[in-house]
């Protein structure tokens, strides 16, 4: 997702650091390293955004058309690095292809392999004419013996009848995989399934094949010791249940709830899902969020608040605290437990549905422990957005929420906080002290091609940004890969 963009003020005063960037500058150590092109075939839908009620219709003749968003690569938990290889995931395009696919770039060789998995897009509901920007590519390496773990296409699939034996695209490959010579990398690394399509429907150590049949946003992240975790949410936005599990090199243990689903049945006054993100980030296993209630009678439209809590158990099953590092029993019913500051209060409505909340939340946690989350809230009553910045410096008690210029995806590296995403349609690089608000510009690209979509890794000091270009027409579009180093 692109952060939304600089105040221009901000913008024209940080012209001369950009300038002295390219002079060797205080701001030398900044700056762009690489730039790699991935495809010029990435899937695109270039149609028509159609409602739920128009999905019947067949395949339109003149465009690719979708439900929610136009653009599926690059999105979601599509690249990793790991050690000197970089693993990104895409369709590719257009309609009537649809493959899965996965290129890993070795940087040290420079050599680009992809593999394709026989597995295409289904679309919505299982119809394979609608693109469907929910059903990502999600890849995760384990450390622990250096196997390749896919999951994508998925959408609750157990809702339909058709995927009843393909409720779960799950791949994965042997062990050494990730790091094999550039010759090797190729599909005979991966394990295949009876069915031969290299699809297998259970993880290997859970056996709750209700829960996998409706899973959605799948995502891995590494934690403490090499474990390998894989997180989704089950249910509904608004009772609906984030959940993870953990791979150790062997088998799958979970699933582990972190809240409950039908919560006003366990003392909650409504149900209630969440929109976020689980993390490991500042040496433990967090959960940061934005509940959307099933209270339809306030002033919020979807989300509201922030909500976080912490776990001193490496594998994030016990030992959960609020924010205060007070006693949290799982699975959490009451979010108000953890409730940390209430954007909603930022604005002046107070009519029914005017405060929208859906779009820039984010959090990271520095390695000395400083905690900053950014949201965004609109009040649609007086026609106003506000970005906002909550953070709490490692050791003290309150957090603070002020108002800010910045974007909407946060990262870290070392003890400093970064805001990275798209200006004009190029990387922009802010930073700030982690436990301050003091955002300081740091770095715009300037050259090469422009771009509207990105993901982005921290890995080691450096910035991984893989981008998909602005141009282009029909259902096809090109990805990059571009590079820079931190300061």
Same mark, same amino acid.
């Given at each position: 997702?692109? +952060?939304?963009?600089?105040?221009?003020?901000?913008?024209?005063?940080?012209?001369?650091?950009? /300038?002295?960037?390219?002079? &060797?500058?205080?701001?030398?150590?900044?700056?762009?390293?690489?730039? /790699?092109?991935?495809?010029?075939?990435? $899937?695109?839908?270039?149609?028509?955004?159609?409602?739920?009620?128009?999905?019947?219709?067949? +395949?339109?003749?003149?465009?690719?058309?979708?439900?929610?968003?136009?653009?599926?690569?690059?999105?979601?938990?599509? =690249? !990793?690095?790991?050690?000197?290889?970089?693993? $990104?995931?895409?369709?590719?395009?257009?309609?009537?292809?649809?493959?899965?696919?996965?290129?890993?770039?070795?940087?040290?060789?420079?050599?680009? !392999?992809?593999?394709?998995?026989?597995?295409?897009? #289904?679309?919505?509901?299982?119809?394979?004419?609608?693109?469907?920007?929910?059903?990502?590519?999600?890849?995760?390496?384990?450390?622990?013996?250096?196997?390749?773990?896919? %999951?994508?296409?998925?959408?609750?699939?157990?809702?339909?009848?058709?995927?009843?034996?393909?409720?779960?695209?799950?791949?994965?490959?042997?062990?050494?995989?990730?790091?094999?010579?550039?010759?090797?990398?190729?599909?005979?690394?991966?394990?295949?399934?009876?069915?031969?399509?290299?699809?297998?429907?259970?993880?290997? &150590? =859970?056996?709750?094949?209700?829960?996998?049949? %409706?899973?959605?946003?799948?995502?891995?992240? =590494?934690?403490?010791?090499?474990?390998?975790?894989?997180?989704?949410?089950?249910?509904?936005?608004?009772?609906?249940? $984030?959940?993870?599990?953990?791979?150790?090199?062997?088998?799958?243990?979970?699933?582990?709830?972190?809240?409950?689903?039908?919560?006003?049945?366990? &003392?909650?006054?409504?149900?209630?899902?969440?929109?976020?993100?689980?993390?490991?980030?500042?040496? !433990?296993?967090?959960?940061?969020?934005?509940?959307?209630?099933?209270?339809?009678?306030?002033?919020?439209?979807?989300?509201?608040?922030?909500?976080?809590?912490?776990?001193?158990?490496?594998?994030?099953?016990?030992?959960?605290? /609020?924010? !205060?590092?007070?006693?949290?029993?799982?699975?959490?019913?009451?979010?108000?437990?953890?409730?940390?500051?209430?954007?909603?209060?930022?604005?002046?409505?107070?009519?029914?549905?005017?405060?929208? =909340?859906?779009?820039?939340?984010?959090?990271?946690? #520095?390695?000395?422990?400083?905690?900053?989350?950014?949201?965004?809230?609109?009040?649609?009553?007086?026609?106003?957005?506000?970005?906002?910045?909550?953070?709490?410096?490692?050791?003290?008690?309150?957090?603070?929420?002020?108002?800010?210029?910045?974007?909407?995806?946060?990262? /870290?590296? &070392?003890?400093?906080?970064?805001?990275?995403?798209?200006?004009?349609?190029?990387?922009?690089?802010?930073?700030?002290?982690?436990?301050?608000?003091?955002?300081?510009?740091?770095?715009?690209?300037?050259?090469?091609?422009?771009?509207?979509?990105?993901?982005?890794?921290?890995?080691?000091?450096?910035?991984?940004?893989?981008?998909?270009?602005?141009?282009?027409?029909?259902?096809?579009?090109? %990805?990059? %890969?571009?590079?820079?180093?931190?300061?």
């Amino acid at each position: 997702m692109t +952060p939304n963009p600089l105040s221009h003020a901000i913008k024209f005063i940080t012209l001369v650091g950009i /300038t002295a960037l390219f002079h &060797g500058s205080l701001y030398a150590k900044v700056g762009f390293l690489s730039e /790699t092109k991935i495809t010029d075939k990435a $899937m695109f839908f270039d149609g028509n955004k159609l409602s739920f009620k128009q999905t019947n219709n067949p +395949p339109n003749p003149n465009g690719y058309d979708y439900i929610f968003g136009n653009a599926l690569s690059p999105h979601g938990d599509c =690249i !990793k690095v790991y050690k000197h290889f970089v693993f $990104m995931t895409w369709y590719r395009g257009g309609i009537e292809d649809r493959h899965v696919m996965l290129s890993r770039l070795n940087t040290q060789t420079g050599v680009l !392999k992809t593999i394709e998995f026989p597995h295409r897009h #289904t679309g919505f509901k299982g119809k394979w004419w609608l693109g469907e920007s929910h059903n990502t590519i999600a890849v995760g390496i384990s450390p622990k013996n250096d196997t390749i773990h896919l %999951l994508y296409d998925m959408h609750r699939n157990g809702n339909v009848a058709a995927f009843a034996d393909d409720y779960l695209r799950y791949s994965y490959s042997i062990e050494g995989a990730a790091t094999v010579t550039d010759e090797e990398f190729t599909l005979k690394q991966f394990v295949n399934s009876k069915a031969g399509h290299y699809k297998h429907l259970e993880f290997a &150590g =859970i056996g709750d094949i209700e829960t996998t049949q %409706l899973l959605t946003y799948p995502a891995f992240f =590494i934690g403490a010791d090499g474990n390998l975790f894989m997180k989704m949410r089950f249910g509904y936005s608004a009772n609906g249940k $984030m959940l993870f599990a953990r791979y150790d090199g062997k088998q799958w243990h979970g699933y582990h709830d972190f809240n409950r689903t039908m919560a006003s049945e366990h &003392g909650s006054e409504h149900n209630w899902g969440l929109y976020g993100d689980f993390k490991y980030t500042g040496g !433990k296993f967090r959960i940061g969020f934005q509940r959307r209630s099933k209270n339809n009678a306030d002033k919020y439209q979807y989300q509201n608040g922030i909500y976080y809590a912490y776990s001193n158990d490496p594998t994030g099953v016990t030992s959960w605290k /609020t924010a !205060k590092g007070e006693d949290l029993a799982l699975p959490v019913s009451q979010a108000d437990l953890i409730k940390i500051v209430e954007p909603g209060d930022w604005v002046k409505t107070t009519k029914k549905d005017q405060v929208s =909340i859906v779009h820039g939340f984010d959090f990271v946690v #520095t390695d000395a422990g400083d905690e900053h989350f950014v949201s965004q809230i609109q009040d649609k009553e007086f026609n106003v957005i506000k970005n906002l910045h909550t953070y709490r410096k490692a050791g003290n008690k309150n957090f603070t929420t002020v108002e800010y210029t910045g974007g909407n995806q946060l990262y /870290t590296s &070392g003890n400093n906080v970064y805001v990275i995403g798209l200006i004009d349609g190029r990387v922009n690089i802010v930073k700030t002290p982690g436990g301050t608000s003091q955002f300081t510009q740091m770095y715009q690209h300037q050259t090469g091609p422009k771009f509207d979509k990105g993901v982005v890794r921290v890995f080691d000091g450096k910035v991984y940004f893989y981008l998909k270009q602005q141009a282009g027409s029909g259902d096809k579009r090109a %990805l990059y %890969l571009q590079v820079f180093e931190l300061d």
